[in-house]
């Protein structure tokens, strides 16, 4: 069984377009993390969202969490090559040892 | 600074031989420790996670097991590897979140 669902599952874009990447859940997290991966290496946190409606920014990227704190999204801006990668949102629920990741959405940006 | 080292990088072996993949992790103290499995460019199975040294949670039952010799050692086992244990094997230190994690394995079962 699969808590987060991610969509889409591949977005392949031109350099200078905007996407969003969308996180959802029928279960509440007490907060919601994106993780960045490139082939070969593992995750790397981008960003930690706590509060319901919380909205953070990264340079280009934004993140919110929903209101009811059952799904989130990634909206990047301009996107960059460099973008190119796999995003990964991961839900906390409870202690420590309940973080669930996501499906996975594979992005690709074309110079 | 912390850091996590994970090994080895890529590991081709046959159906029915065992397995070791070895995890540590520098500067930082009693961290929780994870395994977790990652099918081709997808998200992350959590196999094995640990609070403290000999404490080990397994999550889903599988051909693996994992053991915690020391505080910042978590290793992954097999006594006889299967085709479906190929993929992507990821270690991960944490207090609470996020996790950090390692660069990974990628396992090989011919």
């Known amino acids: 069984t699969q808590l987060l669902e991610q969509s889409p599952q591949f977005l392949s874009i031109q350099e200078g377009e905007n996407l969003t990447v969308y996180c959802n859940s029928s279960?509440?997290?007490?907060?919601l993390q994106w993780y960045r991966q490139e082939p070969g290496e593992g995750p790397v946190l981008l960003v930690t969202?706590?509060?319901?409606?919380e909205v953070k920014k990264l340079k280009r990227l934004t993140f919110q969490f929903g209101d009811a704190r059952k799904d989130s999204s990634l909206h990047i801006t301009a996107a960059q090559p460099g973008d190119t990668g796999l995003y990964l949102c991961?839900?906390?629920?409870?202690?420590?040892?309940?973080?669930?990741f996501g499906t996975g959405t594979r992005l690709t940006v074309i110079p | 600074s912390q850091t996590i080292h994970q090994w080895p990088a890529t590991l081709v072996q046959p159906v029915g031989s065992p397995l070791s993949l070895e995890c540590t992790v520098e500067?930082?103290?009693?961290?929780?420790l994870y395994w977790y499995r990652q099918a081709a460019g997808r998200g992350l199975q959590l196999l094995f996670y640990?609070?403290?040294?000999?404490?080990i949670s397994s999550e889903v039952p599988q051909n693996l097991s994992a053991s915690r010799p020391q505080d910042r050692q978590f290793i992954l086992s097999s006594k006889k590897l299967l085709l479906s244990d190929s993929g992507f094997y990821l270690c991960?230190?944490?207090?609470?979140?996020?996790?950090?994690f390692g660069n990974g394995t990628r396992l090989t079962v011919t």
């Open positions: 991961a839900g906390v629920k409870g202690g420590a040892n309940n973080l669930f």
């Open positions: 991960a230190w944490g207090h609470n979140s996020p996790l950090h």
């Open positions: 279960s509440v997290f007490s907060s």
């Open positions: 640990s609070v403290g040294i000999g404490q």
């Open positions: 969202v706590v509060t319901g409606g």
């Open positions: 500067g930082t103290s009693n961290p929780n």
